[in-house]
């Protein structure tokens, strides 16, 4: 289904063709992952979701499929229109 109007998840691919339809032209994406404790089990769940991260972008790059800047659970993005 290509409605925008329902709620869908977007990816900084889809999300920027959203944006450039309706007239914006600077934007910018970042992904958005907390972690607030400043422990072991913590350094040690960012080292792994890095290494999950490297695999994912692999696997995607050999089987050819789009591999966007970012991967993370949550996107934010900064979007910016021009006065007219």
């Known amino acids: ?3 925008i109007t ?3 998840g977007y990816t900084e691919h889809s999300l920027q063709q959203v944006l450039i339809a309706a007239g914006f032209t ?8 907390e ?6 089990k913590t350094f040690i769940k960012r ?11 692999f696997n995607r790059r050999i089987s050819g ?3 966007p800047k970012i991967l993370h659970p949550i996107l ?3 979007v ?5």
């Open 80 to 84: 910016v229109k021009d006065k007219e």
């Open 47 to 57: 080292a792994l979701r890095s290494i999950y991260w490297k695999i994912v972008r």
């Open 26 to 33: 600077k934007f910018h994406f970042q992904g958005f992952e």
């Open 65 to 67: 499929n789009l591999n």
């Open 35 to 40: 972690f607030v404790d400043k422990n072991l």
């Open 6 to 8: 329902h709620m869908v």
């Open 1 to 3: 289904m290509n409605d």
């Open 76 to 78: 934010s993005a900064i």
